[in-house]
């Protein structure tokens, strides 16, 4: 199996082929309380690292839940993006597995603070007791910048989107698994309001076409729909989608026909609030950040 590819995707716990990797992972879907969040927890021998967070404080309770049934001990929390959706969940974590580190890279770090209190004003009100209300509620990562990370002395590489700031997908070379973070959906609608600019879309379609050519057998989206399947489906999706959005976006009046024209494209897909907000922000009807 090669060692130089890219990133995962799964629902039940799965191991690679005896022999071929010591490491197994699980993803836990949260639904749409959870903007479909999906963190990822990879579990080896004796030790487990988790890829993001999730929004709510259920969501990190049953997080922890999935953590302890393993009996590995937590050692790091990797968050691959500074929306709230990837680190509001971490306090009940963070306090089941007090040694664990939690890590950023620094640009991520940078952009959580420059903007968690804006999220806590609009988010906590509407979380009330299920979310962090104050910053001491918040749990903000240390700064790590290395490639890697370990996990039971098996490596996952940290691989930034060229030309997207403050996005990460990870991936796993002993199960030739990408963990897609933000850059992947499955089931739902794209969030796109973070890429405004064409160039940030291009940018965005190239890291796909990155992905699919490593040609990994488990490819697991940040966001997803329960069931949802954990192969190349989320790269084909969320590339499809970016390219109908960019040309239904060129021959749209307004924000309205723009999301008409991409629910006609792509009916029945969740997280409608990404749609709504991602078009009014690509028509200019909408100042986001």
Known sequence: MSTTKTLAVGTATVSAPAGLSRLSWKHLPAGENGFFRAPVLLSGPSEAVLIDG??????GRAVAEAIKATGRKLTTIYVSQADPDYYFSLKPIVEAFPSAKVVAASETVAAIKATVEKKLAVWGPQLKE?????????????????????LDGE???IIPARGLANRRSLFVPSLNAVIGGVMLF???????ADTATK????AWIAHLEAIAALGPAVVVPGHMVPGFATDLSSV???KAYLEAFEKE?????DAAALKAAMEARFPGLGMGIALDIGSKVATGELKWH
């Open 186 to 192: 499955g089931g739902v609608h794209v969030w796109t």
């Open 199 to 202: 160039e940030q879309r291009a």
């Open 249 to 253: 976006l060129a021959r749209a009046q």
């Open 54 to 59: 999730g929004f709510t404080f259920p969501d």
């Open 155 to 157: 490596t996952i590489e």
């Open 236 to 238: 084909e999706q969320t």
């Open 130 to 150: 299920n979310g962090p209300r104050t910053l001491a509620e918040i749990v903000i990562p240390v700064a790590f910048d290395g490639p890697s990370l370990s």
